[in-house]
């Protein structure tokens, strides 16, 4: 799985993509809900196994828990902000885009543990067939990080792996966002 900053940088940049003005509970929420889906590693001091459903990798990497993560969203924070319906709709499908996002990276790594995306409905492990993403798991977790520059080399190797696969597409994709803004802004006038 990618390191909680990289899910974090995923929100911010999605975010930036955001053609019009927003408020700070936008960008808070942005920035946190890639993250929540990590919730389930509470699970694993209450003794579920990675392979339970409410086990790491499970039903807050689904679908289901995406859906319901978006619309609570809006509702929580949202609801007397005076959004239309259109707008409400459009959000609710961003916040479930931003934390569905977890488990679609999660699913990108060459992990031995998949994502339970069907979850609650369907417990089977999922990971996509190219896997280019290091876990962060295993290299800042591994119980044979011994040395100080061990721990430094390994941070290394997963942030060269996440900045490749991850964060050099999400800049190329706002910076083909902010063009394309420019482009339509300028045919308008």
Same mark, same amino acid.
């Given at each position: ?57 499970? $039903?807050?990497? @689904? ?7 978006? #619309? %609570?969203? +809006?509702?929580? !924070? /949202?609801? =007397? ?51 280019? $993403?290091?876990? @962060? ?7 044979? #990080? %011994?040395? +100080?520059?061990? !721990? /430094?080399? =390994? ?35």
């Amino acid at each position: 799985m990618p390191s909680i900053i990289t899910h974090s940088v995923v929100g911010v940049m999605v975010s930036r993509m955001h053609g019009g003005t927003a408020t700070k509970r936008f960008w808070v929420l942005s920035a946190l809900l890639p993250v929540l889906p990590d919730i389930d590693v509470i699970g694993l001091f209450f003794g579920f196994s990675v392979e339970d459903m409410l086990g790491h990798r499970g $039903i807050t990497r @689904s679908i289901w828990f995406a859906s319901i993560v978006g #619309v %609570l969203a +809006v509702i929580i !924070f /949202f609801r =007397n902000s005076g959004l239309t319906p259109k707008a409400m709709i459009s959000s609710v499908a961003y916040f479930f885009f931003l934390t569905a996002s977890h488990g679609f990276l999660d699913a990108f790594n060459d992990s031995n543990v998949g994502v339970a995306f069907w979850a609650p409905f369907e417990n089977g492990r999922y990971l996509f067939p190219f896997n280019p $993403i290091v876990p @962060s798991s295993v290299l800042l977790i591994d119980s044979s #990080v %011994l040395s +100080v520059s061990l !721990f /430094f080399e =390994n941070i290394y190797i997963l942030l060269r792996s996440e900045i490749l696969w991850i964060w050099v597409p999400l800049l190329a994709l706002l910076g083909g966002n902010r063009l394309l803004l420019r482009l339509v802004k300028r045919g308008v006038s």
